[in-house]
C-alpha cells in the first residue's frame, strides 16, 4: 500500500474514489472504460456526461464542464473550493492543516457568530414582546409586512430610550467582553472616549445571512426618516464583507434553481415584500453597488438575472452599473420595468399578483439601455434622430460580443431610420479611442488618422472539437492532451510554444500555466491541481485528459514525439491561416484608402506568408 500523501487535496483524491462521489448524485452506467449519465448541470435526454474510473475525472460533453472531485463539488452544491475542500475533508476524515493564526480567526469567527444570535433574539424579541418596539411594529405592519415574514425573517428592533448601550448591556449579562463587542460590530467607542454605544439605535433590525445559511451581520433601518443615514449595516468584520454578500441568498437558493433565474433588487424590504408576493427567487445589495464577487455568487446559482430597481436616478444608475458588469461575466440578463414613480416594495404591496406581468415584459439588459437612452426623444425629428445616434453609441460599444453588438446595431438603426453599418463604424471608432464625430480639423492641426478597430470577436467560449471522448485532430487540443500525459516533454516544445499564436485566449493561458506549473515541479501533473485553473480551463483539461491517444497507449516514444511535431506543425498552419485571412481584409481596406505604399507592403508579406506556409503544409502532410 502507497504511503498515504500529506497533501490533503491528494489525500481525500486517494481515499474517495470520484465514481463513488458521483453516483450519490446520479445514475452512472458502463460506457467502455468510462461511465455515463444524464448530466445533472444541464437540461438532457442523451447522456453526455462521462467519469473517468482511471483518470478520477468528469466531463459533460454538452455543456462542456468537467474536472475533478472537488469541481463536482462545487457545481453541485453551489460553493467555492474551500468549503468543498471542507466538505470533501469532513466526508473522508482528512484533517486539514492549518496556517498560522488560523486557530485564533476561527474562534473570533465563532465568537461574532454567537454575538449575532444573541444580538438577533433580542431585538426580535423587542419588537414583539417589549413596549419599546410598539411604534416600529406599527411601522412594519403599516407597510404590509406580515408577521409571518417578521419570523421568517427574524426582523427586530434596536431601542435607545434614554441609554444607548441597550444591546451591550444585554451581551455583558451572558460574558461577551467590550473587545468582542466592538470585534462583532455591534458597538461602537463615541469620540471622546468612555463607555461603549450600541451600533444601532432607534432602527428595525434585519438579519443578514451569508449564502450558506449563518447569520453574518445586521441591517438597520431609521423609524424617522428625518434620522441619517436612512440604512446602517454592521461594519466590516471577520465574518461579514457587505461586498462579498447576497441578502436572502440562503433562502432564494432553492427557488432560483426552480426558476433558473434570479430577480436582483435593491433593498430588504423589497426582498421582503417579494417574499410575501410569492417571488421566491429574489436577492438584493446592502445598499450597495453590484459587485464582482456578488456576480460570481450569482452566476454559480443561475445564468439569468432580471434586474428590478427603483425607477429614481440612483435606481437607473444603479441598473446601468449591474448590466455593464453582469454582461462581463456572461450572465443573460433582462431589466424589469417598474411603473414611474414606484420601486419594487410600492408596486408589489400595491399588486401582489403583479409580478408575472412586469416578468413578462422585462427587456433585454442592452435593448433596456437603448431604450432609456432614446426615451426622452422625437424620432421623427432629424436633429433628435442624430442626438439618439450620438446616444446610442456609447451604449453599443459597451457590448463585449461581437455577434450580439450586430443585433443591436440594427435594432437602435431600425429606430433611428439610419444604416446598422454606419452606427457600426462609430462604436469602432469610440472602441479605437477616436471620437465617432470629430468634426472639421483644427487650424494647424491634421485629422486624425485612422487606427486599425480592435477584435470584437476574441470572447470565445473555450471548449474542445471532440464529442463524446471521439479523437482530436492533431492541434492544440490534442498537443495539450499529450502533454498533460507527458508534462516531462514540455521543455523541449516550451521555445516553439512561445512562438506560436494559438486560436483561443483559453489554450495560450493553459499551455502558460502548464509550463509555470511544470517548472516549479517537475513532477507535477495538472489532473492533480485541477483547483488552480479557472472553470473553463478545467473543462478544458479534462476533456483532452479523458481522451485516448494511440501513441500514448502503445507506449512508442518516436510516435509521441512524431504527434508532438505534427501538432506543433499544424499549430504553426493555422495560426499562418489565421494571419493571411486578415491580411485579406487589411488589404482590402487599405486598396479603399488609397495608401498605394502601404498596400505594396501588405501584398509582400501576403506573399511571404503564403510561401511560408505552402511550405509548412508540405512538410507537415508530406510527413502525414
Known amino acids: 500500500?502507497?504511503?498515504?500523501?500529506?497533501?490533503?487535496?491528494?489525500?481525500?483524491?486517494?481515499?474517495?474514489?470520484?465514481?463513488?462521489?458521483?453516483?450519490?448524485?446520479?445514475?452512472?452506467?458502463?460506457?467502455?472504460?468510462?461511465?455515463?449519465?444524464?448530466?445533472?448541470?444541464?437540461?438532457?435526454?442523451?447522456?453526455?456526461?462521462?467519469?473517468?474510473?482511471?483518470?478520477?475525472?468528469?466531463?459533460?460533453?454538452?455543456?462542456?464542464?468537467?474536472?475533478?472531485?472537488?469541481?463536482?463539488?462545487?457545481?453541485?452544491?453551489?460553493?467555492?473550493?474551500?468549503?468543498?475542500?471542507?466538505?470533501?475533508?469532513?466526508?473522508?476524515?482528512?484533517?486539514?492543516?492549518?496556517?498560522?493564526?488560523?486557530?485564533?480567526?476561527?474562534?473570533?469567527?465563532?465568537?461574532?457568530?454567537?454575538?449575532?444570535?444573541?444580538?438577533?433574539?433580542?431585538?426580535?424579541?423587542?419588537?414583539?414582546?417589549?413596549?419599546?418596539?410598539?411604534?416600529?411594529?406599527?411601522?412594519?405592519?403599516?407597510?404590509?409586512?406580515?408577521?409571518?415574514?417578521?419570523?421568517?425573517?427574524?426582523l427586530g428592533f434596536a431601542p435607545a430610550g434614554q441609554r444607548k448601550d441597550n444591546l451591550a448591556r444585554f451581551l455583558r449579562k451572558?460574558?461577551?467582553?467590550?473587545?468582542?463587542?466592538?470585534?462583532?460590530?455591534?458597538?461602537?467607542?463615541?469620540?471622546?472616549?468612555?463607555?461603549?454605544?450600541?451600533?444601532?439605535?432607534?432602527?428595525?433590525?434585519?438579519?443578514?445571512?451569508?449564502?450558506?445559511?449563518?447569520?453574518?451581520?445586521?441591517?438597520?433601518?431609521?423609524?424617522?426618516?428625518?434620522?441619517?443615514?436612512?440604512?446602517?449595516?454592521?461594519?466590516?468584520?471577520?465574518?461579514?464583507?457587505?461586498?462579498?454578500?447576497?441578502?436572502?441568498?440562503?433562502?432564494?437558493?432553492?427557488?432560483?434553481?426552480?426558476?433558473?433565474?434570479?430577480?436582483?433588487?435593491?433593498?430588504?424590504?423589497?426582498?421582503?415584500?417579494?417574499?410575501?408576493?410569492?417571488?421566491?427567487?429574489?436577492?438584493?445589495t446592502s445598499g450597495t453597488a453590484l459587485s464582482e464577487h456578488q456576480v460570481r455568487l450569482l452566476k454559480r446559482e443561475t445564468q439569468e438575472l432580471v434586474l428590478a430597481f427603483d425607477r429614481d436616478d440612483a435606481g437607473l444608475n444603479a441598473t446601468q452599473r449591474a448590466i455593464e458588469l453582469a454582461s462581463r461575466s456572461g450572465i443573460y440578463i433582462k431589466v424589469v420595468r417598474v411603473p414611474q414613480g414606484k420601486d419594487p416594495d410600492d408596486y408589489l404591496r400595491a399588486n401582489p399578483d403583479g409580478w408575472a406581468n412586469l416578468r413578462e415584459h422585462a427587456l433585454p439588459e442592452w435593448e433596456y439601455l437603448l431604450r432609456q437612452a432614446l426615451g426622452n426623444l422625437d424620432l421623427t425629428d432629424a436633429g433628435d434622430r442624430r442626438r439618439g445616434a450620438e446616444l446610442?453609441?456609447?451604449?453599443?460599444?459597451?457590448?463585449?460580443?461581437?455577434?450580439?453588438?450586430?443585433?443591436?446595431?440594427q435594432q437602435a438603426a431600425g429606430w433611428l431610420r439610419i444604416e446598422p453599418a454606419a452606427l457600426l463604424r462609430d462604436v469602432q471608432a469610440l472602441k479605437s479611442g477616436r471620437s465617432p464625430h470629430p468634426g472639421p480639423p483644427r487650424e494647424g492641426h491634421p485629422p486624425p488618422r485612422p487606427s486599425p478597430a480592435r477584435g470584437e470577436g476574441d470572447h470565445v467560449r473555450s471548449g474542445v472539437g471532440a464529442s463524446n471522448g471521439g479523437a482530436f485532430q492533431k492541434d492544440e487540443g490534442y498537443l495539450l492532451g499529450l502533454l498533460i500525459e507527458r508534462p516531462d516533454l514540455l521543455a523541449e516544445v516550451a521555445g516553439e510554444l512561445r512562438e506560436v499564436n494559438f486560436s483561443t485566449p483559453a489554450y495560450e493561458q493553459v499551455f502558460v500555466r502548464l509550463q509555470q506549473m511544470v517548472e516549479g515541479d517537475a513532477t507535477a501533473r495538472p489532473t492533480d491541481r485541477l483547483s488552480e485553473f479557472t472553470p473553463d480551463e478545467q473543462g478544458l483539461i479534462s476533456a483532452v485528459a479523458m481522451t485516448r491517444y494511440p501513441e500514448l497507449d502503445s507506449g512508442s516514444e518516436a510516435a509521441l514525439r512524431q504527434s508532438l511535431e505534427q501538432c506543433l506543425q499544424t499549430l504553426k498552419i493555422n495560426a499562418s491561416q489565421r494571419r493571411l485571412k486578415a491580411l485579406v481584409a487589411e488589404m482590402r481596406a487599405v486598396r479603399a484608402s488609397g495608401d498605394e505604399s502601404r498596400l505594396v507592403s501588405l501584398m509582400q508579406e501576403n506573399d511571404r506568408l503564403a510561401r511560408e506556409l505552402d511550405a509548412l503544409k508540405a512538410v507537415r502532410y508530406g510527413s502525414g
Request: proline residues 4%; charged residues 25%.
Open 392 to 409: 446610442v453609441i456609447p451604449v453599443l460599444a459597451k457590448i463585449p460580443e461581437a455577434s450580439v453588438l450586430e443585433i443591436y446595431a
Open 174 to 284: 451572558h460574558g461577551v467582553s467590550d473587545g468582542e463587542l466592538l470585534e462583532a460590530g455591534l458597538a461602537i467607542r463615541p469620540d471622546g472616549g468612555g463607555e461603549l454605544w450600541d451600533r444601532f439605535r432607534q432602527r428595525i433590525i434585519i438579519p443578514i445571512h451569508d449564502e450558506h445559511g449563518e447569520l453574518v451581520a445586521f441591517g438597520g433601518r431609521v423609524i424617522d426618516d428625518t434620522n441619517q443615514p436612512k440604512y446602517l449595516n454592521t461594519s466590516q468584520t471577520a465574518l461579514y464583507d457587505k461586498g462579498r454578500t447576497l441578502f436572502n441568498l440562503h433562502r432564494a437558493r432553492k427557488p432560483i434553481h426552480e426558476m433558473k433565474h434570479a430577480v436582483l433588487m435593491e433593498g430588504y424590504f423589497d426582498a421582503i415584500t417579494a417574499w410575501q408576493a410569492n417571488v421566491t427567487n429574489v436577492v438584493t
Open 1 to 154: 500500500m502507497p504511503p498515504v500523501k500529506q497533501d490533503a487535496v491528494q489525500e481525500i483524491k486517494d481515499r474517495l474514489d470520484l465514481v463513488d462521489l458521483v453516483s450519490e448524485h446520479l445514475r452512472l452506467q458502463k460506457a467502455g472504460r468510462d461511465l455515463k449519465g444524464l448530466c445533472p448541470f444541464h437540461q438532457e435526454k442523451t447522456p453526455s456526461f462521462y467519469v473517468s474510473p482511471e483518470k478520477q475525472l468528469w466531463h459533460c460533453y454538452g455543456c462542456q464542464k468537467g474536472g475533478d472531485h472537488f469541481t463536482f463539488i462545487q457545481d453541485i452544491e453551489h460553493v467555492d473550493f474551500k468549503a468543498a475542500l471542507r466538505l470533501l475533508a469532513d466526508k473522508t476524515g482528512v484533517v486539514l492543516e492549518e496556517s498560522p493564526g488560523a486557530g485564533r480567526q476561527r474562534e473570533l469567527k465563532r465568537t461574532i457568530q454567537r454575538l449575532n444570535l444573541l444580538a438577533a433574539q433580542y431585538f426580535h424579541h423587542i419588537l414583539l414582546e417589549n413596549q419599546a418596539g410598539q411604534r416600529a411594529l406599527i411601522q412594519l405592519e403599516s407597510r404590509g409586512v406580515t408577521r409571518a415574514s417578521m419570523t421568517e425573517f427574524q
